[in-house]
């Protein structure tokens, strides 16, 4: 069985600053890893994936996550945050024998403040 | 290109009741996904489907099934309301299922059980 833990139930950054989301995994196989965005009364919109090709993956709205075996991380980081990036965040893990099936972690609600 | 659709937006439902919920998926993907996300958590996976037939599920009780039909839209029956099934109920789609396949997530059908 796999799942993900998000250091962090909310994080508040000012607008400019760097954004930096945690996420750590566990997995007993290769995971598949997935950055998703929620605003609020929307569905999930995908940020970027890890599907074990470049352990650096860039993603929209230049939000990238660097996936780090050794550490089971795969942190989210955005170098300047706008206020539009208030948001929930949630990662989320899958495996090759899981066939898609997402198992997300808690999320992490961002305020951006001016 | 229309994406994930779900119906109905809203719906209020009573203790004991039944209640159907219907999903759409993106044109030219064959595979469904259901996902109940809490107030506050993490979407959590129900089931999936492809070929019209249940692929894989989650820990949900019986009282939870659905069906796939030849268009690939889905539906999500619930049967004997709880009050803890109150939550927003997301549909995703995808390809094929495949764990590195991006699951395209709907806008959701928020039920509310009194």
């Known amino acids: 069985a796999q799942s993900v833990t998000q250091l962090g139930s909310h994080v508040s950054v000012s607008e400019g600053a760097l954004v930096l989301l945690r996420c750590n995994y566990s997995s007993s196989v290769p995971p598949y890893l997935f950055w998703y965005v929620q605003y609020p009364n929307q569905g999930l919109q995908l940020l970027l994936k890890y599907t074990s090709a470049a352990t650096l993956v860039k993603g929209i709205n230049d939000f990238e996550a660097e996936f780090k075996k050794s550490e089971t991380s795969f942190h989210l980081t955005k170098p300047s945050a706008h206020m539009s990036d208030a948001a929930e965040y949630f990662c989320a893990v899958t495996t090759t024998d899981s066939w898609g099936k997402l198992q997300f972690g808690a999320g992490t609600q961002v305020v951006v403040t001016p | ?114």
């Open chain 2, 1 to 114: 290109d229309a994406g994930v659709t779900q119906s109905p937006t809203h719906l209020i439902k009573t203790r004991g009741q039944q209640v159907t919920l219907r999903c759409s998926p993106k044109s030219g993907h064959d595979t469904v996904s259901w996902y109940q996300q809490a107030l506050g958590q993490g979407p959590q996976f129900i089931f999936q489907y492809y070929e019209e037939e249940e692929r894989q599920r989650g820990n949900f009780p019986d009282r939870f099934s659905g069906h796939q039909f030849p268009n690939y839209s889905s539906e999500l029956n619930v049967n004997a309301l709880l009050l803890g099934d109150s939550a927003l109920y997301l549909c995703a789609s995808s390809l094929s299922g495949r764990p590195t396949d991006t699951q395209y997530f709907g806008p959701g059908t928020r039920l509310t059980v009194l």
